[in-house]
C-alpha cells in the first residue's frame, strides 16, 4: 500500500508561548456555538504538557500516530492515521505527542464559553486554562498575520 504524507506547506502553523512542541492553525471559530475547529501538529517523538479535556472533543488523525500518555509519561494510547475519536470532558490528565512523524490532527472543540483545557505543572496543579476567549484572541492574531503576510 502507497504511503502518503498530508502537504501543510500552505498551512501558516502558530506557536502558542510556553507550548513546546506543538503548532496550530485555527480553521473556524463560531462564539455563538461554543466550537472550534483547529489543527494541531505535534512534534514526532516529543510529548507537550500536562493538561486535561474540560470540554467535548472529537479528533481525525490527519497525519502520524497521534499519541496519548499518562501524566507520569508512560503510553496510553496510539491513534492511527484516519482514525476518528469522540472524547467527552475528562478529569483525568494526560499528555499528547506524534509518533515517528509529526502528527497533525483535526481537533473539533465543542464548549459552553468557559474553560476548554486546563494547563497543569508536573505536580498536577492548573498553572493556566483556555477557553473560548483564548482560542477567539488566537483566531484574530492568526487572521491579522495571515493579511498581512498576503
Not at 39 to 58: D, M, S, T
Not at 77 to 101: L, Q
Request: aromatic fraction near 10%; charged fraction near 25%; hydrophobic fraction near 45%.
Amino acid at each position: 500500500m502507497t504511503a502518503y504524507l498530508f502537504d501543510d506547506r500552505r498551512i501558516r502553523w502558530q506557536t502558542l508561548a510556553g507550548f513546546e512542541h506543538l503548532t496550530y492553525s485555527i480553521l473556524n471559530l463560531d462564539e455563538a456555538r461554543g466550537s472550534v475547529d483547529v489543527l494541531f501538529k505535534f512534534a514526532a517523538q516529543r510529548q507537550i504538557l500536562l493538561h486535561r479535556h474540560k470540554v467535548l472533543n472529537k479528533t481525525f488523525v490527519v497525519q502520524g500516530e497521534h499519541r496519548l500518555y499518562h501524566a507520569d509519561g508512560s503510553l496510553k494510547e496510539i491513534r492511527a492515521c484516519g482514525s476518528y475519536t469522540v472524547s467527552p470532558a475528562k478529569e483525568e490528565p494526560h499528555r499528547e505527542g506524534g509518533g515517528e512523524i509529526d502528527a497533525v490532527v483535526l481537533f473539533q472543540i465543542f464548549g459552553d464559553g468557559g474553560v476548554f483545557y486546563e494547563i497543569l505543572d508536573d505536580a498536577g496543579q492548573i498553572v493556566a486554562s483556555l477557553g473560548m476567549a483564548d482560542f477567539a484572541e488566537l483566531y484574530r492574531a492568526q487572521c491579522a498575520a495571515d493579511s498581512a503576510a498576503a
